[in-house]
């Protein structure tokens, strides 16, 4: 099974930019579309973006669209997330998936998960 490690995380200033990486371990990785989700202190786990096995097509929460792009790059077994325009309620454990199909909002479909990591937008 695939086994993510996300990274890229920290604290940046309100309209800033960060970028994610999810690196993947395993000979499969390049045959799962991929997910980002993020869950915020008292929140539930929210859908951010999505991508297909071969990067083609793409999906994204409203409340992010047009500010973040998830990408991939299978050579390297690694799916980024930039995030730009960065506001205070982005602020949350930002997640990597492997998932059934790239057409979800829903975590229940995604069978990995990395450990997750910070982001934090200060203003």
């Known amino acids: 099974q695939a086994q993510l490690v996300e990274s890229g995380g920290g604290l940046v200033q309100a309209g800033g930019s960060l970028r994610l990486s999810c690196a993947a371990s395993?000979?499969?990785?390049?045959?799962?579309?991929m997910a980002w989700f993020r869950q915020a202190p008292w929140k539930e786990r929210a859908f951010v973006a999505s991508?297909?096995?071969?990067?083609?097509?793409?999906s994204y929460a409203d409340s992010v669209k047009g500010r973040f792009t998830i990408s991939r790059d299978n050579a390297k077994n690694t799916v980024y997330l930039q995030m730009n325009s960065l506001q205070a309620e982005d602020t949350a454990v930002y997640y990597c998936?492997?998932?059934?199909?790239?057409?979800?909002?829903?975590?229940?479909?995604?069978?990995?998960w990395g450990q997750g990591t910070q982001v934090t937008v200060s203003s």
């Open positions: 998936a492997a998932c059934q199909t790239w057409r979800t909002a829903d975590s229940s479909d995604c069978a990995h």
């Open positions: 395993g000979r499969t990785f390049s045959r799962y579309p």
């Open positions: 991508i297909s096995w071969s990067g083609g097509s793409t």
